[in-house]
DNA sequence: TAGTGGTCTAGACCACTTA
DNA sequence: AAGTGGTCTAGACCACTAG
């Protein structure tokens, strides 16, 4: 590279500093950019901080913080006291995200219809995943979350029975479980695990969903714990599989 | 809160300047414990950054990074002009990722079977995902991907067929896909989507994979595009359900 | 108006890699 | 030894929120 000359080619972008956007973003956009039409190809070493630093125009707080956010992205790699390489695609470094989820939960037009809630014994699963003793009394909860009227999720779940402190309405309600996808709800909950499943929908889910036994399914297992790390609700989602899919990219994405 | 006050109540909690552990990830985990210690509770406001600056005796670039930190895995919320807050459970927020797959990939008793490698005329589907017209030639590749000689995955891929470019041996080998997963092989593709659906085993996939038709099982469509932002390659990857599953965990983490 | 977070500067020292 | 990324300082100015 000769020297003096713009790490960017014919391109010569700059940082505009009345845009709104901030400088460490359009250095991010910048160099994707570089990246998404070849200027730079996964394997390359992108022009060290100092050099960015003085293309550019920026600090080097700036210009780390731009390529921190290219490393966050999986977009490329650093390599201390080497240099900061672009990846090759990997997807080893996608994920599936619940906020479609959430969209589902947030809409007007979705409704809960209580199936059953009453008490009852511990079996050998919940009681595990419950921490407590067999036969020992358990909340149990089925729900149907609607859109349109239409059956989307079938809902079962298992909640440590506290005697001191009732069941209130409100938390059987859709706003509980929106509460849960949104952030926004109560704060019962520390933390907690999911995990997906496919699976074939049972007779007793078929009926529920209006769905044909034996068609495919996702299952969204979910345990909540408190504030103590005790386990308070294990449960599960289910959803026919022709309502629901996950989607997601890899690689470089084109500049919003 | 009393002014001068620790804000971390009994804790009392101290950067180790001597530690290895850089100091912004030291104050990450001690703002986690006292979340998790139930000191701050969702919905709280955070000390400022200004307050967390005397307090831990660090610079305000520290304090901010700290704090982006927190923001980024989703445990607070920053208003500007406000202050800082504790984000209550969010489920929307969690993400599945296929790390677990990249691991499958890498492990050396992973082997691919090359089933078949032809040519054929692009019928409805793949000429719409590749953008070529229909009966314009295509390469399909079928493979299956076994672990300790059990099959895993079964993989059907069109690629567009360049008769300048022959098909080598590697492209068609466990190398290839290992590369996809991990991000260290060539550079054909610059971005690609994925998506996951529930679907239940075909007689095709049942074969191959030694399952019984009709049980659940996984579908991980992609499709991968080169520097020019052209479609070069659509397919799926089919996994039996009971030997597959995604999991994830949401809110506040017990520091490591 | 005071306090908050959002951005940015212009350096510094260190550990590490490479030659 | 020179260059690189990793961390950190001690401020600054701005836009925004709240009383």
Redesign the pocket.
Known sequence: MEKGKPTNGYLDLKINRKSYE???IQLVNIIKQQISLGVFRPGDK?P????LCKEYK?????V?RA?NILIDQAVAN???????YVNSINLGSAAFHLKGLQEFFLDESTTVKILEVRIVPAKDRASKKLAVGRGEPLILIRRLLLKDDEPFFYHKEYLIYDPTRPIVESELEVTSLRGLFSGTGSSEFKNGELGIEATVISSEEAKVLKAETGTAAFLLEHIFYDFNQSPVSWGWFICRGDKLSFTTTVGIQETL
């Open positions: 901030p400088a460490y992108l060290s901080e100092s050099k920026v600090s080097p707080m700036t780390r390529v650093a390599v201390q006291g080497s240099g900061t």
